[in-house]
T-cell receptor
Framework: QKEVEQNSGPLSVPEGAIASLNCTYSDRGSQSFFWYRQYSGKSPELIMSIYSNGDKEDGRFTAQLNKASQYVSLLIRDSQPSDSATYLCAAYNNNDMRFGAGTRLTVKP | NAGVTQTPKFRILKIGQSMTLQCTQDMNHNYMYWYRQDPGMGLKLIYYSVGAGITDKGEVPNGYNVSRSTTEDFPLRLELAAPSQTSVYFC?????????????FGEGSRLTVL
């Protein structure tokens, strides 16, 4: 079974804090990893992709990948109320994009 | 550009009825996907297509059928609707396949089977 596991939350952080979201995956053949943001009642949108071990930064977002531990994380710095959403982790292998159940993040003003 | 357009946005079906969810994209993407999302759950892949005339099963294909006669359109057919098919359905497309992660999603179709 190819599983992507996430803590469902909710995760609550104050405005300006760092939000840390974690994800593990079971398929060692997974080649690419992604974080999607989904606002309530809306469709997912891609915010970060990462393909190799280490960190990848894009603005306030940093994705981290450790293939040996089968672990992916997303850090959101200077969290804003507009970051309140569900964050979906996804792992891709051979036309199969598997999504986790998502972590619901709330940023309190 | 309209992107990925799904219709209908909402539908209520009775058990045993059939229907087709329409999906069209105007980005000339070869790859198209159908996902379902149950409350509190992630997206599960139903079917995907890597180009016109080619379709393949995903993780949860039972009870569904698809066709891909053109690059633009990828309809999802539900035969003999069951309460377990109550879900939100998302169609998505991608230019180069999922390896780059850039899936463009439609707004979703909320289906209730009673």
């Amino acid at each position: 079974q190819k599983e992507v596991e996430q803590n469902s939350g909710p995760l609550s952080v104050p405005e300006g804090a760092i939000a840390s979201l974690n994800c593990t995956y079971s398929d060692r053949g997974s080649q690419s990893f992604f974080w999607y943001r989904q606002y309530s009642g809306k469709s997912p949108e891609l915010i970060m992709s990462i393909y190799s071990n280490g960190d990848k930064e894009d603005g306030r977002f940093t994705a981290q990948l450790n293939k040996a531990s089968q672990y992916v994380s997303l850090l959101i710095r200077d969290s804003q109320p507009s970051d309140s959403a569900t964050y979906l982790c996804a792992a891709y292998n051979n036309n199969d994009m598997r999504f986790g159940a998502g972590t619901r993040l709330t940023v309190k003003p | 550009n309209a992107g990925v357009t799904q219709t209908p946005k909402f539908r209520i079906l009775k058990i045993g009825q059939s229907m087709t969810l329409q999906c069209t994209q105007d980005m000339n993407h070869n790859y198209m996907y159908w996902y379902r999302q149950d409350p509190g759950m992630g997206l599960k892949l139903i079917y995907y297509s890597v180009g016109a005339g080619i379709t393949d099963k995903g993780e949860v294909p039972n009870g569904y059928n698809v066709s891909r006669s053109t690059t633009e359109d990828f309809p999802l057919r539900l035969e003999l609707a069951a309460p377990s098919q109550t879900s939100v359905y998302f169609c998505a497309s991608s230019k180069t396949g999922g390896d780059t992660g850039e899936l463009f999603f439609g707004e979703g179709s909320r289906l209730t089977v009673l």
